[in-house]
């Protein structure tokens, strides 16, 4: 159980938020075990953007499920990617997909899903979800909804 | 990540009710990823229209999901031609199903569907579900319930 | 979005309660989107009738899903219709059947089913359900059960 | 709607607890629709017998689901058949049977399924399900679970 | 409606806790209805055992659904059995398995599945899950959960 | 019922935590039963680890599941197997797929899946699902929820 | 810990139902802890009578706390008297009120509180409260909660 | 933060379960805290003790809450103290005041409450509470809630 | 809106674990509004320590409120003052009243409660409630809900 | 009904965000309704900050409920009055002090309560609660329920 991690500058240092999405790099690492497919599941209930046209914040929860090819994310390079978006414009739709493309080049993985759960506007939410890439046998994404299960203890 | 929003002309301006649903607009924008089949959900609580015959109010929820071709709906767009049904006499069925084929006529989508949740009069409530299109690979709206996931922990 | 409702005698009018079923017309009018495959439910929790043999009330709720053909009921209507079973003797399997069997000769649909809930009498309460015709593709009735969405929000 | 009830005995009239199941009548009468597939539920939530070895009480919950042929159950005579088997001795897989087979002897359906959910004796409940016949096309029993359907509305 | 329960020694009489597993007969008694295949739950939420390294005891909830053959078990054999490994050293995982194991031999039943789910040691609680035959036509065990079902009404 | 315990040298003695994961051995006995295929659970809602690089402390439940082939995993040795990443370093991926990779190795079962629900950092939980090997027939894992089953009583 | 249970006749043995609550003997022994005021609750939920006019079966579950004082009621004791009244008529509040005034007679606790909650007749349930004496301090009966309370278990 | 332990004989060493409760030690230790007046709970869900007269087992969930006075109770000798009730014959009512005079005892607490919440024997469940002393300012125990309570676990 | 942090260390820099409680600092900052009294809740589900006998690691989450007089803490250096009993030996009741008494020696607060919520051990979960000084007026805090609370998030 | 809102200046017309707290205006018009007492909620889950040491950002839910004197907070302005946080430094007891702070001197309202319910930082998340002035007869707070509150819609 030895992770390659040489390269990450980010974690463990202080860490500045990036001045826009496309400077914020998207730290990776070996994925230590390349040869068995699994599935990482990252959920970011505190993600906001401002929309591009008004300068009013948008807020919304991000459930990313992928498997991993030979690279894995770092998640506070990847909490800072997200934190990029704090005072940045953009749409949820370009946004939502945004984050799909950029996870998908950082990491070439075999399969992955983004989904972007957008507070209401105008009194309307928006949902987008973006799946590419097939799930190998044997790998399936948690369902969305609660799952802590605790050993068939109430 | 640089949408393409020119024409846009309602959002981020002072904007007046149309007068009608029918000469309510509906703005759409360029989808900055046509190449990438998602899901995009858009989901009204506070929509209310006034019975035809009696000019009694009605309230609904509409929930609609498409699959994007070459056109997005702008949100606020979409409330405003919501809020032009305000004063206007509709029946439940001829309103959903109108909702849907000015969304499928502005954005030629790949899929869409549109369900229309009304509250009850005379003690009935009325749902109407119109569905179009068919789903590309990896495409699939999210169910019809609560789905506030936040990441395997209660 | 001019739905032809000529013919409507009913809604806005001042209305009595049908003297029976039999004598209580179930108006309809013109579906406006004839070409659209689409599923409508009403859902009446306030339905009473009374014991053909006993003369006692019982109390159901009903759960209607169709996919209409070329024509709509009309609420007010049909709301008419069941408020005519108020002092009608009935059986529950009769009573349940007998409103699909007048939906259907009224409307034509392309699929119905409906559900009765009646309440407990004796300690026993029972449950009809009576469903004819095939959905087309792309039209599912909503599950029987909870379904209040409000966009990804709890 | 005119359902014949005609050799119904029980209903209405002051009815005594039979003395013993195999002198229970089920009482039937016509199925007014015949070629309507359709499901009908009887729950029975209050049912009790007695232990034939013990003479010690048990105690139940029964939930009937059938598609009727050429005749229904009269409710009430289902009640007092459920009643005779109040100081009645026997087993649980045995009584939920036999009331299975009663139910199938005297409706002769096109599809059965009697649920015996009972209370714990020695600290063990026992549950019972007989299921015989096949489903006709669009006919499906309600789900065992809460399922007070209101339109959309909680 | 007779049950052959000949040969019942345990019911009704006054019963001693075997001494141990092994000598515990699993009496049982002729299904009175072979020819019809069904489906039995029997659930022991006050099961116990003790540790055979420390003899420290350990608790489980047994959960037990079997398609009868020719025999059904008598339930108050089935608690005096699962009584005989209150003082009884075993394994979590031999114990399930031997629970089914018993129970299959016992009643060669269509079909048997045996979960065991035991409280936690360690902080750490094990469930087990035996499985053996196959359903025949119209056999389905009930859910693993709630089920407690009152006829439409909460 | 005689589980062939030979070889554990962990259980009801006093434990010393394993200095680290790599040396911390992972007991197993022999499967009592190899001929049947069944599936056993063990759930860690109290494990704990350090990350590589900033050495602040981690906490996941994990939830393992697996069908046995020739040997199982003792729970004591588990519970010490995990309690040695305590104070050792390695990121939730890693982790996670190696937890898998020892009990694979230890155990050469017919198929696990291990799932790792880790807390939040920085606001963003990580779940990691790896699953190796085919579920025989008749074998299937209790799903990842509450399943407290009492017995058809709520 | 040696409580005085002498002249206890039907704990262990094979009881008989009585042939009515006058009939029925309610045994009690001698408190064992007379000098400490504490609180007992016992609960039905399998309790039913029929009607003294029509002779229909009625259902209830029935809730007694009670401190006591020199005696204590034995539980099999307490249960016979209840199956006492499965064939005997009364009505819901002289029976709810009788069951207290037994209590009473043969415990002169400190305090004693029936409650009888009724199942519905004629859609209408009953619930009947009956309380005498004062709590001595320290004293205080656990909640009603749900009123289908079965004992301390969900 | 230094515990004067020293006495404490159980924990850490190999237990063997005490032949009775008489015979069982309640190890204490000084309560390093004896000026600040705190509530401590133990709930012990795995509570088992057999009737004196049938020799059937009987199971039930304890609750203690008290209020130190100079000692505390050690948790494995309660554990311990109540394991040596496996195979012990005693009466509900007894039991849990016994419980509560021995923890009385070898605590002397300024306040402490028991509660025995035991499963159904005949259908019936019983709950004890025993209670003495009087809370200190600032000092209440927590609430029942969920009967099933787990310790901060859902 | 000023508030002086000055003298903080921790908050910002990298931070390493203490190497005991007792050398772990507990930073305060100057509270900004010392003359309106209110409430703080820290709560910490990640909590961890080690039995000073067994050395086997313990598992709680620990629930403070206070009403600050003139200094706050700050949750950083809270955090590693909880980290710092990661390998720490001490049992519940201690370990509880301790963090009670350093929070209140480094915040002399009007008021402050801690419950600490323990994993069950040997079966058995202990809960430790420490409470000093009186709640000014206008100050309540909130309730523990559910004790796996998470902060406002479901 | 004639509300006096001269001076509103933000409603309706194109808001900036202001540049900070203390710039922020907190717009309020006059109560028509002096003479009543009455409660007002206003629940903001959409709230951030930045760590006015790290820079990094922060969430909260905020409620707050007043009971108004002759003014009330005009809600658009209270929303850009929570916007001009956005890129604030704060600590979380100073910023849900000052939130009330500004909103009593604003509205010098009867009673006014505060909550902030914040995002768990190092796994601990922070509640803070200001509540001054007195509560009139007749007035009180709804109950928090939920903390995640999203106005009456479930
Ligand atoms: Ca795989
Ligand atoms: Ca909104
Ligand atoms: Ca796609
Ligand atoms: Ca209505
Ligand atoms: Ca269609
Ligand atoms: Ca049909
Ligand atoms: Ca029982
Ligand atoms: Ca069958
Ligand atoms: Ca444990
Ligand atoms: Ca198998
Ligand atoms: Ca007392
Ligand atoms: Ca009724
Ligand atoms: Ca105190
Ligand atoms: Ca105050
Ligand atoms: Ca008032
Ligand atoms: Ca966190």
Chains 1, 2, 3, 4, 5, 6, 7, 8, 9, 10 share one sequence.
Not at 74 to 99: A, I, M, Q, W
Not at 108 to 126: D, E, H, Q, T
Request: net charge neutral; with cysteine.
């Amino acid at each position: 159980m030895t992770t390659n991690y040489s390269g990450l500058t980010q974690l463990g240092a202080k860490a500045e938020i990036p001045s826009s999405p496309e400077n914020a790099p998207l730290e990776t690492f070996s994925n230590p075990h390349p040869n068995v497919d699994y599935t990482v599941r990252l959920t970011a209930p505190e993600f906001t953007t401002v929309c591009p046209l008004t300068g009013q914040p948008d807020f919304a929860t991000l459930v990313v499920d992928y498997v991993p090819g030979d690279r894995l994310v770092e998640s506070k390079s990847f909490k800072l990617f997200l934190n990029s978006f704090r005072n940045h414009g953009t749409f949820h739709e370009d946004c939502t997909v945004y984050v799909h493309n950029r996870l998908r080049e950082a990491l070439a993985p075999k399969y992955i899903r983004v989904v972007g759960l957008w507070f209401a506007r105008g009194g309307i939410p928006i949902d987008v979800v973006v799946e590419t890439g097939s799930l190998p046998p044997n790998c399936s994404p948690l369902p969305l909804g609660k799952s802590t299960y605790r050993g068939g203890r109430e």
